[in-house]
């Protein structure tokens, strides 16, 4: 059985865990402190709000222990705020959470109008069927480094990237009933790695 953290701090926790507990061989935990993110074999940074999450993380002293845990191979993922927290730029604001991989995010990049939307998406790499996408005042990936991989654009723009232990989505797959994204972090960072 491996387990797969979901930080409890702010935003879609339980939804997140319930997607991981319809996983075989997984176990979703809802983790709070290092004590308990050191116990699992990957984590889930859930969307929310970034500055909400950065702040609450500065303040219980945790943003540097999980920077470095990422930086030492967790495998992580990122949706929506997480994905923020994840990224080394951020346009327009001065502030940096963990700063791991190498992206520049535009946050509310959809603007006021596109607020929230949904649209599906077929990505052969991630699974066989479309893939239902929920982008919820969702940010999107405005530059990639050479080494980050780039698996979705929607309307041109990058909303999905992994780079060694990072993945990122800018949309909420623990939103919709399909599984895609979960069995993809699973399988891709967590399994794979563990086999290595
Ligand atoms: N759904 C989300 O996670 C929204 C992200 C939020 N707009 C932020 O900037 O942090």
Partial sequence: MYKVGVLAIQGAVSEHIACLDRLPDVEGLAVKTMAEINQVDGLIL???????????????????PL?????NGLPVWGTCAGLILLAKEITGQP?????TMDIT??????????????????????????IPLVFIRAPYIEKVGESVEVLAKIQGR??????????????????????????????????????K
């Fill in 105 to 130: 995010v535009r946050r509310n990049g959809y603007g006021s109008q596109l607020d929230s939307f949904e649209t599906t998406v077929s990505l052969p790499n991630v699974s066989h069927g479309n």
């Fill in 158 to 195: 990058i909303v999905a990237a992994a780079q060694n232990n990072m993945l990122v989505t800018s949309f909420h797959p623990e939103l919709t009933t399909d599984l895609s994204f979960h069995r993809y972090f699973f399988e891709h960072f967590i399994q794979n790695r563990a086999a």
């Fill in 67 to 71: 920077r470095t845990k990422i930086a």
């Fill in 46 to 64: 859930p969307g929310g709000e970034s500055t909400a999450m950065g702040k609450i993380l500065g303040y219980y002293n945790m943003l540097e």
């Fill in 95 to 99: 502030v940096r959470y963990f700063s």
